[in-house]
């Protein structure tokens, strides 16, 4: 919205001259706020802001040595130690400019595998105690397969587990998975 040059003349004048605040004239000109900041910025005047302090502002050293040796407080915890002090402001509020103050966790690196439905299925092997064949005891071992973002899975069962066998279950699972894992992962 564009304002004419006689009311952008006004609020420099009633600004200026007066020594009116922005919103003593916002109210007497029934403009917007931000209509008389962007008349001011026109003309190269940029009022000063006003910013207050918080109320949380007396107690960050007390708050940042308290997280410093307990990072873990509850806020709600630490809201009241405040409040016996002297802070007065509500929890929820107090709850929000917290997390200025709360030490962070250091990030960790991961990498994301992106596959597409069924193109990816997992390998790996379990031990189901023992089994007695003829006088002997062998371990039990399981073979499972099963393909990501389905309910599909192959499970094998086997009286040992030895390394020649992982290529032999590995094709039976892809042959009964109808071959539509492109990727195989072995955990």
């Known amino acids: ?20 605040r922005i919103g003593t004239v916002c109210r007497q000109l029934r403009v917007h706020r931000t209509t008389v900041r962007r008349a001011l910025g026109k003309a190269g005047v940029a009022p000063p802001m006003q910013v207050r302090p918080s109320m949380i502002e007396p107690f960050v050293p007390f708050i940042a040595e308290t997280l410093s040796r307990y990072p873990t407080l509850r806020a709600s915890r630490l809201h009241r130690m405040v409040r016996e002090r002297g802070y007065r402001g509500s929890a929820d509020h107090f709850r929000h400019l917290l997390v200025r103050y709360r ?36 371990p039990l071992m399981a073979f499972v397969m099963v393909l ?29 998975l109808r071959g539509r894992a492109t990727r195989v992962s072995v955990r």
């Not at 919205?1 to 004048?13: D, F, P, V, Y």
């Not at 966790?105 to 003829?134: C, D, M, N």
């Not at 990501?148 to 009964?176: D, I, K, M, N």
């Open 1 to 20: 919205m564009t304002i004419s040059r006689e009311l952008e003349a006004e609020i420099l004048r009633l600004y200026h001259a007066e020594g009116w």
């Open 148 to 176: 990501s973002y389905f309910a599909a899975s192959v499970r094998t069962l086997l009286p040992e587990r030895y390394h020649g066998q992982l290529p032999g279950c590995s094709r039976a699972g892809l042959w009964l």
């Open 103 to 138: 030490p962070r966790a250091p990030t960790e690196a991961y990498l994301r595998l992106r596959t597409l439905a069924g193109k990816q299925s997992q390998v790996g092997w379990a031990h189901f105690g023992s089994i007695t064949i003829g006088r002997a005891q062998r």
